[in-house]
C-alpha cells in the first residue's frame, strides 16, 4: 500500500538558517502531495501541494518539488524564522476503490531559537 | 466562516464510559474523515464517509462507531473506552472523494484521556 516517510525530528534551528525536510513516498498510480503544518494546539492546515512530476509547490517561503524519479518531496526553505516553528507532515494522496485516499508521514517537529 | 467544528475540545473518561465527538463543518463537503495522532506515528485513519449514508473502516477503526446522516456531520462514537484510545482526535473534510489534488480541512482537535 501507499506509505509516507519522513525525516525523523525534532529538527533545530537557528533563526535565518536553511530548512530541508526529507520526505519519501511509495505509491502506485499518481498521487499528488502535501506538505500539511501544525501549529502548537491546532488542526492541521495545508502548506503546499504538487499533483504531478515537477511540480514546485511554495507558499509562505517554503517550497517543495514532486520528484517522481527519486520519489521524493523535500520541504525547504531558505531563511526560517521563530514563527516557523510547528510539526510538518507530508502526505500523499492516491486513489483508492475510487476514492481520495490520503497517508500520512509521521511528522518532523521543527523548532526555531532565536 | 467556521470551517471544521470539533467539540469538545479535551475530554476526560474513565474505563468503559462511552461518549461521541462531535463534527461538523460547514462546506458542503463530500469527504469526512477521522484521525487519531499519537507520538510517533502521525495521523491514523479511523474511519471515514464518502457522503451522507455512506461510511468506511479506515486503518484502526476497531472501537469506534461513526455515522453520517447528513453532508454536515460526522461524530465518532467510542464504544466502551480504553485508555489505548488515549490520544489527539481530528476531523478532517474535503470538497471531492475522487479528485486527487483536493485539501483536507482539519478541526483544531480533541484532546482524550482514558483513565
Known amino acids: 500500500g501507499d506509505s509516507v516517510t519522513q525525516m525523523e525530528g525534532p529538527v533545530t534551528l537557528s533563526e535565518e538558517a536553511f530548512l530541508t525536510i526529507n520526505c519519501t513516498y511509495t505509491a502506485t498510480g499518481y498521487p499528488s502531495l502535501f506538505w500539511y503544518v501544525q501549529y502548537p494546539g491546532e488542526g492541521l492546515q495545508l502548506l503546499l501541494k504538487?499533483?504531478?512530476?515537477?511540480d514546485k509547490g511554495s507558499n509562505k517561503g517554503f517550497e517543495a518539488t514532486y520528484r517522481k524519479e527519486t520519489t521524493s518531496f523535500h520541504l525547504e526553505k531558505g531563511s526560517v524564522q521563530v514563527s516557523d516553528s510547528a510539526v510538518y507532515f507530508c502526505a500523499l494522496s492516491g486513489n483508492s476503490g475510487g476514492y481520495q485516499k490520503v497517508t500520512f508521514g509521521t511528522g518532523t517537529k521543527l523548532q526555531v531559537i532565536p | 466562516n467556521a470551517g471544521v467544528t470539533q467539540t469538545p475540545k479535551f475530554q476526560v473518561l474513565k474505563t468503559g464510559q462511552s461518549m461521541t465527538l462531535q463534527c461538523a463543518q460547514d462546506?458542503?463537503?463530500?469527504?469526512m474523515s477521522w484521525y487519531r495522532q499519537d507520538p510517533g506515528m502521525g495521523l491514523r485513519l479511523i474511519h471515514y464517509s464518502v457522503g451522507a449514508g455512506i461510511t468506511d473502516q479506515g486503518e484502526v477503526p476497531n472501537g469506534y462507531n461513526v455515522s453520517r446522516s447528513t453532508t454536515e456531520d460526522f461524530p465518532l462514537r467510542l464504544l466502551s473506552a480504553a485508555p489505548s484510545q488515549t490520544s489527539v482526535y481530528f476531523c478532517?473534510?474535503?470538497?471531492?472523494?475522487?479528485?486527487?489534488?483536493?485539501?483536507?480541512?482539519f478541526g483544531q482537535g480533541t484532546r482524550l484521556t482514558v483513565v
Open positions: 504538487a499533483t504531478k512530476a515537477d
Open positions: 462546506m458542503n463537503h463530500e469527504y
Open positions: 478532517a473534510s474535503s470538497y471531492s472523494t475522487g479528485a486527487l489534488n483536493t485539501e483536507a480541512f
